[in-house]
């Protein structure tokens, strides 16, 4: 059994102002996001090009942060933001969601689109091996923040967290750091290293995303305001991850009908 660190949430202090890791975390991934989509953009069969990336970066970012706000009040919380709107805008209180920052970044990409000239499917194709580093990070953040932990486990890595008790319980934030983070990364970056039909890259980040997320649920505690949502198993996190897979599958399927382009 192990015991869990207890880092300092806060890296930095300069009088009243903090720095958070979990901040930190966002922009590490902000940051790998322009420094790989940079490299992917200077290749001549890419649609979107290297002095493109800033831009799409931008729209993301601002598509991330209102698709992760919104989507953490409105899935997990939401007789609470029904009965109180405003807390929408109540950033400081904390909470993101995955799933409606997905729908935000797949709007800053469509808006990115249009104003380029390109085919949605093309941006995503382009964007979808640079998140997971983002969302690594992101786990990253979550397990020095100390939150989001798993379930009991009697395993000999179970990690005791001091503020879910003294039950040890599945670092499943390292798990998620290791499948969406690691994993999800490698097979992405070597899939998208030569052309494939549109849609395939993006089909399988979504596919995959999905059912890695949908397993890594099995270890990770519930939500206590929201508990399983149904057969006492299935969690929100898996119910918002089905339609991931029955679009990323739908995606690769008619991927196959494009041939690839070398321009």
Known sequence: MLVFPE?????VSIG???VRWYGLMYLAGFAAFYL????????????????QVGDLL?????????GGRAGYVVFYHFAAFAADPLMLFRVWEGGMSFHGGLLGAAGAMLFFARKNGLRFLEVADFAAPLAPVGLGAGRAGNFING???GRATDLPWGMVFPMAGDVARHPSQLYELLLEGVVLFAVLWVYSARPRGIG???GMFALLYGVMRFAAEFFREPDAHIGFIAWNWL????L??????AVGAALMVMSRQTAASPR
């Open 58 to 66: 931008f729209y993301g970012v601002v598509g991330v942060i209102i």
């Open 7 to 11: 880092f300092d949430p806060v890296a």
């Open 36 to 51: 790989l989509g940079t490299r992917r953009g200077q290749l001549a069969w890419r649609k979107v090009r290297a002095a």
């Open 147 to 149: 939150e989001l932990w």
């Open 200 to 202: 395939a890259v993006s």
């Open 16 to 18: 009243p102002l903090q």
């Open 235 to 238: 969690t929100m996190g898996q």
């Open 240 to 245: 918002l991850s089905l339609p991931l897979i």
